[in-house]
């Protein structure tokens, strides 16, 4: 859970401050490759964690003050105006899915160099 | 195995990740764009909160921005460069990517943004001399130190707030479409007053004409499209004498293209000139005739509706000014507006100020042009577009000494009117006096200011309408106009004679004018601007009469008149065509012969009262039934070698069934028997009805005029979602409330020049160019209903109002 939320926290401060919405994957792909999980667990976290992140924050705009124009990118997606809300959850999917695909490689890399640096040893 | 199953995921990711953060034809980015740091949510209303303070770079001064309760900037400054630096700072604020993208189109230069898709709308721009008329307009500038230093002042408040913004605080459209802002220069503005100027007075019906007197010959051809045209009531009303001695005239020996001259190409029979153009109104009443004795002056342009709107509100305040009205995003200035002690509005003129000369080249090589007698050379420009996703693209376009040759041969792709191998002059090409007029008109304190600020006012030609609070009103169909002989570049002109070349400019002073009239009231639609005693010969195609007399009737009745009263009339929903017209159609429509459902249509229009009603269904059948009867009568004699040509205008049309009602154009060639009026106008009728029922469906609410011809207004860019639902609307074509389709007013005004100036205004749709403001399309609905909202005119920063909603105080810095 604390993984989770240092990635959310990480990845909102990142975009935050420096403007790209990248992070999304890079943070996941970090910490992919720094911690010990399995390939499906590290996914979860990273779709949690990105996921949690944008479908949060989308939330928060949606509440406050992104109601008009979620409901234009409504229309403009041809969901129609009125299916705004759905614009906070395609933000939290696409969020979830690019982290979640970005620990998996991370966590596949970080596999493939220690049954390398393994192998070698041997 | 473990490195394989790494390498497939992490090309996933790279390959997800890159359609994710790249455009793909019309889908935008979507991993930036749905990203809530940076993408669209960022677009939010939060925008519209009032910030409490600002940051300039370059202000000397302070300035205080009162914002009222529609959103509307009041800006304060101590001198005017501050003006106009904080009026650019906060256009940008509102209105950026609008800004960019007309600039943008105008100049050709979205290809650079968008890609391949609209190489050809740059390109033609490019031929059209759109670039090459903006630097003219920058020479003229280049000498004119006041408005250089002005231009100058209002491009770095444009790049003050452009540089203030991270990406995620871009417009919306830029993260649609993936690109980012760059910096506004004096030739972006330049480029937006071409883009006005071309929208207003370019294109032009010469080609189409001509082909068609190739078809008809020259006395049919006069006879369908003669100019003056019938019933019409010209700004300056008919018998007014004219004091002053003209310049001579060119004699025009030579005012035709040869015959035999290559005129393929040619839009044939346009769909839209069925239903004619919508225009603009404005009138202003003296004060004898309003019940306060204040002179009132009123405006409503028409012009294609788009959000963001096309006009940007504001009050402009320095020592010397206190202006208030619309912008054009990107320039600087009120162009249509009030001060304290004068009022204006345009309308478009509409007189010929672009002829196209047919050129005779030398050899294919196009270096030398036949002229006089002897032999020209050519001059090429050469025009660079970039690309997005592609090659660099150079297009050298050809120019001789009268103009661009957009299209020296035949290619795929060239505009219905504009002929090839022909030269174009057009007035927009020439330097232009526009900005310094509108600058003079700003600060115009009395009738000799306005006449001062006229006298620069070139292009696009307006009728210019104007009251002031000392009790004047006035107009002018005023603008730059060529010496012409009388019809000369009517149709398209011999480039290989210098008898047809202009023979120099009708004098600003001897332009027609109108200053208080015995009538009480001055007013124009778009009509012919004087009858044929004027001396000078400035166009023929002129708006058609419904308008302006019914502007006329109204205003020579009235007496009393209250702002109330003008802005009820703005609203006015009254066809003078169907009045005109249908009495004498449905006196030909005699039960006998008609279906039971064409004869119950008829009998509710023999009741109607002519008001295009919103929830009416009789407008919708005149309507369609005098599209079918333009359609039965025309098309069939304009139809030669397969080709179909000009329509003549509704007001021919009406003429002949009126007045030549034994008319040949009323037989239709395509059958054996000999058909009379009442044949067509039956024949008509029946299609009318028919065409409905299969639109439609059964008669029923379906069939109310605002359902079934909605007002629509979209977005500039076309990008789906960022327009405004289709809007019930009373009015139409030809009726002082002109919106009808994608047209209309696009700004109403109302100004009482009292003591107090007290003015109402409205605009379809806001002050904010984002779509996720509260402020993009607030005033549509009322808009629609013809409801009009008092404007704030302040007459300091510090005055209170309970319609103020903040005040920024604007600071300078480094």
């Known amino acids: 859970m604390i993984i989770i939320l240092a990635q959310a926290v990480l990845i909102a401060a990142l975009e935050w401050f420096l403007q790209s919405w990248l992070w999304v994957a890079l943070v996941p792909l970090a910490f992919g490759l720094a911690a010990q999980a399995s390939p499906a667990r590290a996914a979860g976290r990273g779709a949690a964690a990105g996921g949690g992140c944008w479908l949060g924050a989308a939330l928060f705009f949606y509440l406050t003050s992104g109601g008009i124009i979620a409901g234009r990118m409504a229309a403009m997606s041809g969901l129609g105006r009125s299916r705004d809300w759905l614009m906070v959850l395609l933000s939290g999917l696409l969020g979830a899915l690019v982290a979640a695909l970005a620990a998996y490689a991370g966590v596949s890399i970080r596999a493939a160099v220690r049954r390398q640096m393994t192998g070698e040893k041997k | 195995m473990r490195w394989l199953k790494a390498v497939f995921v992490v090309f996933a990711l790279a390959a997800a990740i890159w359609a994710l953060h790249t455009p793909h034809g019309a889908i935008p980015p979507l991993g930036k764009l749905l990203d809530p740091f940076g993408g669209f949510w960022r677009n939010n209303a939060a925008a519209d909160n009032i910030p409490r303070k600002l940051l300039i770079p370059g202000l000397r001064g302070r300035v205080t921005v009162v914002w009222d309760d529609r959103h509307v900037p009041h800006i304060f400054a101590a001198n005017e460069r501050d003006l106009f630096l904080a009026q650019g700072f906060l256009t940008a604020r509102d209105r950026l990517w609008q800004m960019d993208f007309l600039s943008r189109y105008t100049g050709g230069r979205l290809a650079e943004v968008i890609g391949a898709r609209v190489l050809e709308m740059d390109l033609l721009q490019r031929r059209l001399g759109m670039t090459w008329g903006a630097e003219n307009f920058l020479n003229e500038i280049a000498g004119d130190p006041d408005m250089r230093?002005?231009?100058?002042?209002?491009?770095?408040?444009?790049?003050?707030?452009?540089?203030?913004?991270?990406?995620?605080?871009?417009?919306?459209?830029?993260?649609?479409?993936?690109?980012?802002?760059?910096?506004?220069?004096?030739?972006?503005?330049?480029?937006?007053?071409?883009?006005?100027?071309?929208?207003?007075?370019?294109?032009?019906?010469?080609?189409?004409?001509?082909?068609?007197?190739?078809?008809?010959?020259?006395?049919?051809?006069?006879?369908?499209?003669?100019?003056?045209?019938?019933?019409?009531?010209?700004?300056?009303?008919?018998?007014?004498?004219?004091?002053?001695?003209?310049?001579?005239?060119?004699?025009?020996?030579?005012?035709?293209?040869?015959?035999?001259?290559?005129?393929?190409?040619?839009?044939?029979?346009?769909?839209?000139?069925?239903?004619?153009?919508?225009?603009s109104n404005n009138w202003a009443v003296a004060g004898r005739k309003t019940k306060n004795g204040f002179p009132i002056l009123c405006g409503d342009p028409h012009l294609q509706l788009t959000l963001p709107s096309i006009w940007y509100?504001?009050?402009?305040?320095?020592?010397?000014?206190?202006?208030?009205?619309?912008?054009?995003?990107?320039?600087?200035?009120?162009?249509?507006?009030?001060?304290?002690?004068?009022?204006?509005?345009?309308?478009?003129?509409?007189?010929?100020?672009?002829?196209?000369?047919?050129?005779?080249?030398?050899?294919?090589?196009?270096?030398?042009?036949?002229?006089?007698?002897?032999?020209?050379?050519?001059?090429?420009?050469?025009?660079?577009?970039?690309?997005?996703?592609?090659?660099?693209?150079?297009?050298?376009?050809?120019?001789?000494?009268?103009?661009?040759?957009?299209?020296?041969?035949?290619?795929?792709?060239?505009?219905?009117?504009?002929?090839?191998g022909a030269a174009m002059r057009w007035v927009g090409h020439e330097s232009s006096g526009i900005l310094h007029a509108l600058y003079t008109l700003n600060r115009a304190l009395d009738l000799d200011d306005y006449k001062a600020a006229m006298a620069r006012f070139d292009c696009p030609a307006q009728n210019v309408a104007f009251a002031s609070s000392d009790g004047h009103i006035a107009i002018r169909h005023n603008g730059k106009f060529p010496l012409r002989a009388r019809g000369q570049g009517r149709y398209l002109l011999d480039g290989s004679s210098s008898a047809d070349e202009w023979a120099g400019w009708v004098p600003m002073e001897q332009v027609p004018c109108l200053e208080d009239p015995e009538r009480g009231f001055v007013s124009s639609a778009n009509q012919s601007p004087t009858d044929d005693a004027y001396p000078f010969y400035l166009g023929w195609d002129y708006g058609t009469f419904e308008r302006g007399a019914r502007i006329n009737e109204i205003l020579s009745a009235a007496a009393s008149v209250t702002p109330e009263d003008m802005i009820g009339m703005q609203g006015d929903a009254m066809s003078l065509r169907a009045r005109t017209i249908l009495p004498s159609l449905l006196g030909i429509l005699s039960p006998a012969g008609l279906k039971a459902?064409?004869?119950?249509?008829?009998?509710?229009?023999?009741?109607?009262?002519?008001?295009?009603?919103?929830?009416?269904?009789?407008?919708?059948?005149?309507?369609?039934?005098?599209?079918?009867?333009?359609?039965?009568?025309?098309?069939?004699?304009?139809?030669?070698?397969?080709?179909?040509?000009?329509?003549?205008?509704?007001?021919?049309?009406?003429?002949?069934?009126?007045?030549?009602?034994?008319?040949?154009?009323?037989?239709?060639?395509?059958?054996?028997?000999?058909?009379?009026?009442?044949?067509?106008?039956r024949l008509a009728f029946g299609r009318a009805i028919g065409h409905l029922a299969e639109d439609n469906g059964a008669f029923g609410p379906r069939w109310r005029w605002g359902l079934a011809n909605p007002v629509t207004i979209g977005h500039l860019g076309r990008i789906p979602g960022l327009g405004a639902p289709p809007l019930a609307v009373s009015g139409g074509r030809n009726i002082i409330n002109a919106a009808s389709g994608t047209h209309g007013p696009s700004w109403r005004m109302v100004v009482e020049m009292g003591p107090v100036v007290r003015a109402w205004g409205i605009l379809p749709g806001g002050a904010s160019g984002n779509p996720g403001s509260r402020f993009y399309d607030d005033g549509i609905r009322d808009w629609a209903a013809g409801k009009t909202y008092e404007l704030l005119f302040l007459q300091s920063a510090g005055e209170g109002h309970a319609r103020i909603a903040g005040r920024t105080e604007i600071g300078g810095g480094r």
């Open chain 2, 149 to 279: 230093d002005f231009i100058a002042a209002y491009c770095r408040g444009v790049n003050a707030y452009i540089e203030s913004l991270k990406p995620a605080d871009y417009p919306l459209e830029y993260k649609i479409l993936d690109y980012a802002p760059s910096r506004w220069t004096p030739f972006d503005v330049a480029l937006l007053l071409k883009y006005m100027a071309w929208y207003l007075s370019g294109e032009g019906r010469d080609l189409d004409l001509t082909r068609t007197r190739a078809a008809l010959g020259e006395a049919a051809t006069d006879a369908l499209f003669p100019f003056p045209a019938p019933f019409q009531e010209p700004v300056v009303p008919a018998g007014t004498k004219w004091d002053f001695v003209p310049p001579a005239a060119p004699a025009g020996r030579d005012r035709s293209v040869k015959p035999g001259t290559d005129l393929d190409g040619g839009q044939g029979f346009p769909a839209g000139s069925v239903a004619g153009l919508v225009g």
């Open chain 2, 313 to 420: 509100e504001v009050q402009l305040s320095a020592p010397g000014v206190n202006v208030r009205g619309v912008s054009l995003p990107g320039s600087p200035g009120v162009v249509i507006g009030f001060n304290e002690r004068t009022a204006w509005s345009m309308t478009n003129a509409g007189s010929d100020v672009l002829d196209f000369y047919m050129m005779k080249f030398r050899d294919a090589a196009h270096r030398q042009y036949a002229w006089g007698g002897g032999w020209r050379q050519t001059s090429v420009r050469h025009e660079v577009i970039e690309v997005r996703g592609g090659k660099t693209v150079t297009e050298d376009v050809l120019y001789s000494h009268l103009g661009p040759v957009p299209f020296p041969e035949r290619r795929p792709g060239i505009p219905d009117w504009v002929p090839v």
């Open chain 2, 597 to 681: 459902e064409e004869q119950a249509r008829v009998r509710e229009l023999s009741r109607w009262d002519f008001v295009y009603r919103a929830e009416s269904t009789e407008p919708t059948v005149f309507n369609r039934f005098w599209i079918e009867l333009v359609l039965a009568i025309w098309s069939d004699d304009l139809e030669k070698g397969g080709k179909l040509f000009l329509a003549p205008a509704a007001d021919k049309t009406m003429e002949l069934i009126l007045r030549e009602p034994d008319s040949p154009y009323l037989d239709d060639l395509a059958t054996a028997a000999h058909e009379n009026l009442s044949d067509i106008v």
